[in-house]
């Protein structure tokens, strides 16, 4: 168990990033670095690249590699910032694979779903992460998002994965209360355990070390902490409600969830991210939605009005 040695590393707001592309779905690598740096200005403390978000399984090997190099370069242009690589596959061979292309290139943990397309089960889950565990090419981050791998972790499985001597983290999206307060007392003392955005605040409350947030969601979660670390805990439950209604959960498996994360992407940084590759397409209104909902941050998250984003991102 790694807890203790990455608590210090592993924490706060780590933002998880989109992958640009261009109209002809092309990897757009200056808004690639021009996001990081935004998610830095912002108080992030870390990025994870090629996530979920950053649709890594619909990105070439060549061109998830590529990415790769790019998000660590920019990364570690900002001092003391943390490079978690999403390293899956649906495979544990591919799985694998990842993890040591990004343990070369250097990054500071490897970040492993439960292999997808196919169902597993306890004992096959617990035999993939266990063996890019045992690797120890990389800390491991076990991310835990059922409605993509379709495999949910029970509280006991989170025991147990947790007390894998190289896993050193979790990442929860699950946001049912009880479920939450299992998982933080099987996690205690054995795994870091981050939450997702729409139950940011819940999670510090039960113990979290932070979380592994989507790009737009990053200002309102470094807010929530700056709320919770001086006591005011009616802030940062008021800023926690408001975020959950400016992004109102779809959920990943949702229809548009992929097209809408990466057009909010774009008006909450006021970087062009392009479209997720087809099939799958944002609503047309996409744009216009977030833009009518994201006044109701402003007063709370200053960050998010969009003189302050023009600021990052001064016309040349």
Known sequence: MQIERYRDRFKDVVALVVTPMDRSYAVDEGALRAQIDWCFAQGATGIVATGS????????????????????????KHSGKTAYAMTSGATTLQALRWTRAAAELGYDCAVVIAPYYWKVGEHEAFEHFRTVAETNLLPVCVYHNPALSKFHMSP????????????ACVKEVETDLQ??????????????????????????LLGSNGGQINVFAVPAC???????????????EEIQRRLNRVFPRGGE???????????????????????ARPPYLAPDDAEERIGKRLPELYDLVPAMRPEKRAALHPVS
Do not use: C, S
């Open 253 to 275: 498996g949702a229809l548009g969830a992929l097209g809408m994360t990466k057009a909010t992407a774009t008006v909450v940084t006021g970087i062009e991210m392009g479209p």
């Open 156 to 167: 006991a499985f989170f025991r147990r994965v947790a007390e894998l001597e190289n896993v």
């Open 53 to 76: 978000i950053g649709e890594f399984l619909h990105l070439e090997d060549d061109e998830r590699l590529r990415v790769l190099n790019v998000v660590l370069d920019q990364t570690r």
């Open 179 to 204: 479920h939450l307060e299992q998982v933080a007392d099987a996690l205690a003392g054995r795994a870091i355990y981050l939450q997702t955005f729409r139950a940011y605040l819940t999670g510090r």
């Open 222 to 236: 470094v807010a929530i902490d700056a709320a919770w670390k001086r006591g005011d805990i009616a802030l940062a």
